[in-house]
Structure formats: C-alpha cells, structure tokens
C-alpha cells in the first residue's frame, strides 16, 4: 500500500522538474502529481516550488508569452541527480 506523505509529494514534484536547459510549467507538475495520485491546489504547488528553492537548486523564469506563467527547472549536480535517479 503506498502512503501518501507531503515529503513523498515534494519529491516527486522535484522528479517532475527537467534538468536545464529544459523547463516545465507549474501546470505540467500539477497534472503529473494528479497522476500519481496528488490532487492538488496549484497555489500550493507554487507555494511549495518556491521553499523547494530555498534547499535545492531549482530555478524559475516567466514565460515570454504570458508573464504569469512560470516555468521551472533544475540544475544538476552530483547529489541531485543521483538522489532523483533513485526516485525513478
């Protein structure tokens, strides 16, 4: 039976995340989480992308068509890619 915990969901939601130069919409983490099980505000999603910045290295930057829409992605280093890869 799996449990679904916020740490689980969080990394999950850093799974989600493509490595530069590759981004992701807040949108595309939503419906991905929501496939896992997740169903989740998008609110909360940016809410906690942005502490998920405070401790990884996740970056953001606006969509040039539209700037609310943030797009997301993370920098790969030695400890995130190998901790991700476990997650897969």
Request: aromatic letters at 12%; proline letters at 3%; hydrophobic letters at 35%.
């Given at each position: 039976?799996?449990?679904?915990?916020?740490?689980?969901?969080?990394?999950?939601?850093?799974?989600c995340i493509p490595a530069k130069p590759e981004?992701?919409s807040t949108e595309n983490i939503q419906n991905?989480?929501?496939?896992?099980?997740?169903?989740?505000?998008?609110?909360?999603?940016?809410?906690?992308?942005?502490?998920?910045?405070?401790?990884?290295?996740?970056?953001?930057?606006?969509?040039?068509?539209?700037?609310?829409?943030?797009?997301?992605?993370?920098?790969?280093?030695?400890?995130?890619?190998?901790?991700?890869?476990?997650?897969?």
């Amino acid at each position: 039976m799996f449990i679904k915990t916020t740490t689980l969901r969080l990394l999950l939601m850093l799974a989600c995340i493509p490595a530069k130069p590759e981004y992701t919409s807040t949108e595309n983490i939503q419906n991905q989480l929501y496939r896992h099980g997740y169903n989740i505000h998008i609110r909360s999603i940016q809410r906690d992308l942005n502490s998920l910045k405070k401790i990884f290295p996740v970056f953001s930057k606006r969509y040039k068509k539209n700037k609310t829409v943030k797009l997301w992605s993370l920098e790969y280093n030695v400890f995130t890619e190998k901790f991700l890869k476990e997650l897969k």
